[in-house]
DNA sequence: TGACACTTACCTACTAGTAAGTTAGTATAT
DNA sequence: ATATACTAACTTACTAGTAGGTAAGTGTCA
């Protein structure tokens, strides 16, 4: 049962989301699954291994839904926004973004989560600003615009209104997309 | 001496920011201020009173800095950006802002300091959409911005890009301070 | 004398991690 | 066909360390 290596990264994710990475146990991802802490432990030696398991599985994602959103039939002024849309789909109810999650804990991660983590971010920004330099080429942007700049304080905004969403609810995050929206016409 | 108790507020506020509210101990805070564990219980009973008491604290440095912006010299337009200016002074190096911090751990924490963090994050929007409406007053900003979505989303985009600053450098950090100001013109 | 600010010594619960043993299934050689 | 050898996927039982929290005692100063 290979699948049970995978079944242990998709519950590590949502307890990361919920938790952070710090915070989730061993323990208590064995009593989830039904199984005993030594099993997670013959599957990820260390918690360290199965955290850059986790962030690998992210980066997978994170390329799947760019993918998605460069072939997709929309209109390329559209995809910058449309990619936001579906990276936060993703995210389950009362979940924060795992990646920022996984930031809020970077200083007392190990080098090679940190390395990760560093990693990961960095693809967030350079995908956006590829779709980005797409949308520009079909005219939908100003062409003084820095889209590297850009695509900082969308992905910014947005993982900070993830935090405050959990705080203050649904409607001060939809408040921050309107904003977004208007922001990229 | 009653300054141990707020020697121990200021340390703690400091932890929060580099490990979270979860992740610091009584311990360590003790061996820091060369103490015993029982002396920091005797000032703060529980955890969560000490945590409370760290709410309150970043409370009145929130109102500190509101009421010195209100009340300072400069144009009323260019108050918002310097409250926010004033704001990231307090964060130290590599430290995320403490309210970031305990909106990570929200989920963990107790009912009692859930509500502190509620009014807290409330407490921001509102004391940036005053300033903004005072920079409106003088004509700085269009008629027909939402004022308070603005706030979410100056709001927003500070706390997530002082995440991804610990990760990806000060220059990401820079990046979207400038963009945030391009808005504010 | 008694309140204040502690310390010493402890408890229970939980943490990551390990060692050794078990069970079921598979591949191979005779 | 069957014994042998091996592997994957576990479990049981443990370690050492750390967490929050408490009870009882100590020194000091008004």
Redesign the pocket.
């Known amino acids: 049962?290979?699948n049970?290596?995978s079944q242990i990264i998709e519950l590590t994710l949502k307890n990361i989301q919920e938790k952070g990475f710090?915070s989730?146990?061993?323990?208590?991802l064995?009593k989830e699954l039904?199984?005993?802490?030594?099993?997670i432990?013959?599957?990820f030696?260390?918690?360290?291994d199965?955290g850059v398991a986790v962030c690998e599985r992210i980066q997978k994602g994170l390329g799947d839904v760019y993918i998605l959103t460069k072939e997709s039939a929309i209109a390329a002024e559209e995809k910058p926004f449309a990619f936001i849309l579906q990276r936060i789909k993703f995210l389950e109810q009362n979940g924060v973004c795992p990646i920022s999650a996984l930031q809020a804990d970077y200083q007392e991660l190990s080098q090679a989560m940190q390395e990760k983590i560093q990693q990961l971010s960095q693809m967030e920004v350079d995908v956006l600003v590829d779709l980005l330099q797409d949308a520009k080429q079909h005219g939908s942007l100003k062409s003084t615009e820095d889209l590297e700049a850009l695509a900082i304080l969308l992905i910014s905004s947005t993982k900070g209104a993830l935090q405050y969403k959990r705080v203050l609810g649904e409607d001060f995050f939809h408040k921050m997309l309107e904003q977004l929206k208007e922001l990229l016409k």
């Open positions: 049962m290979t049970r290596k710090t989730f146990s061993y323990d208590h064995a039904g199984v005993t802490k030594a099993s432990h013959y599957h030696e260390k918690k360290e199965l």
